[in-house]
């Protein structure tokens, strides 16, 4: 079983930062890729970014320029630094673990962390 824990949400003022963590537990293989993405009130669960274990980024284009996506494959962690946060990025954050196996892919949700961006 693949457990995902985020943490590093909060609440940060427009202009600010904050840095997200995730860390992945149990049977992970390669290939995989692992990601953050967020869900406002009211809206879809949307893309904010991805990297694959070979480093390969992928980025929502309205957080390109201000967010960054890392990760430690020796940990099984995903960072995600957002700097110049916005009120519109105030939602529910959710890590991703996406791992291939032939033509199926198997994802895995995080619990989710609030980030909350005041104007």
């Known amino acids: 079983q693949v457990q995902l824990v985020e943490s590093g949400g909060g609440l940060v003022q427009a202009g600010g930062s904050l840095r997200l963590s995730c860390v992945a537990s149990?049977?992970?293989?390669?290939?995989?890729?692992m990601g953050w993405y967020r869900q406002a009130p009211g809206k879809q669960r949307e893309l904010v970014a991805t990297?694959?274990?070979?480093?390969?980024?992928n980025y929502a284009d309205s957080v390109k320029g201000r967010f960054t996506i890392s990760r430690d494959n020796a940990k099984n962690t995903v960072y995600l630094q957002m700097n110049s946060l916005k009120p519109d990025d105030t939602a529910i954050y959710y890590c991703a673990l996406d791992q291939w196996v032939g033509r199926s892919t198997m994802k895995k949700w995080g619990q989710g962390t609030q980030v909350t961006v005041s104007s």
């Open positions: 149990g049977s992970i293989f390669s290939p995989n890729a």
């Open positions: 990297i694959t274990n070979g480093d390969n980024t």
